[in-house]
T-cell receptor
């Protein structure tokens, strides 16, 4: 079973717009991470937020975490065509991560 | 070159054959992982290792064997390949509590 579940499954926006992806998980976590995967490539780590943090920023990325609702969101501001990829959340419990099925983001010119 | 490398990049094998996928990392990360990625299932953990000679099962370990005699290597063996093991396999490494670094993947087709 998947610990992390992303919503929506697919998202199409115009360049310059913001993209928001949500993630829900089931059990207690130590941290929650977001990854990007370009077609045919390996996953790339974007950001990690610990269970005692509520918000974290990295460049154009903003991640929030609500442990009471067991949910997280990833906001990409001022999106670019190069942001087109699949985005995965991964819930960290102990020493391993459980990944969701991902959100496919398409940023159109 | 520093990093995490997987080999082969592509592999076609026949049902019943033994196949070994290689994974090598140069950071001396203590943790290493094997995932498989299939449409509709996302990434599922097969096996992981916390250190040399310490391995543990993940979500979908049946039909797979791992070993870790050296910190930098974590091979994954399919003892008798089945069509259901056709997938993209990713190796990853990390230090405790940090993000994972993934390899480029091995696309395995079992015919």
């Amino acid at each position: 079973s998947q610990q992390g579940e992303e919503d929506p499954q697919a998202l199409s926006i115009q360049e310059g717009e913001n993209a928001t992806m949500n993630c829900s998980y089931k059990t207690s976590i130590n941290n929650l991470q977001w990854y990007r995967q370009n077609s045919g490539r390996g996953l790339v780590h974007l950001i990690l937020i610990r269970s005692n943090e509520r918000e974290k920023h990295s460049g154009r990325l903003r991640v929030t975490l609500d442990t009471s609702k067991k949910s997280s969101s990833l906001l990409i501001t001022a999106s670019r065509a190069a942001d087109t990829a699949s985005y995965f959340c991964a819930a960290g419990g102990g020493n391993k991560l459980t990944f969701g099925t991902g959100t496919q983001l398409k940023v159109e010119l | 070159d520093a990093g995490i490398t997987q080999s082969p990049r592509y592999k076609i094998t026949e049902t019943g054959r033994q196949v070994t996928l290689m994974c090598h990392q140069t950071w001396s990360h203590s943790y290493m992982f094997w995932y498989r990625q299939d449409l509709g299932h996302g990434l599922r953990l097969i096996y992981y290792s916390a250190a040399a000679d310490i391995t543990d099962k993940g979500e979908v370990p049946d039909g797979y064997v791992v070993s870790r005699s050296k910190t930098e290597n974590f091979p994954l063996t399919l003892e008798s390949a089945t069509r259901s093991q056709t997938s993209v396999y990713f190796c990853a490494s990390s230090v405790q509590g940090a993000g994972y670094t993934f390899g480029s993947g091995t696309r395995l087709t079992v015919v």
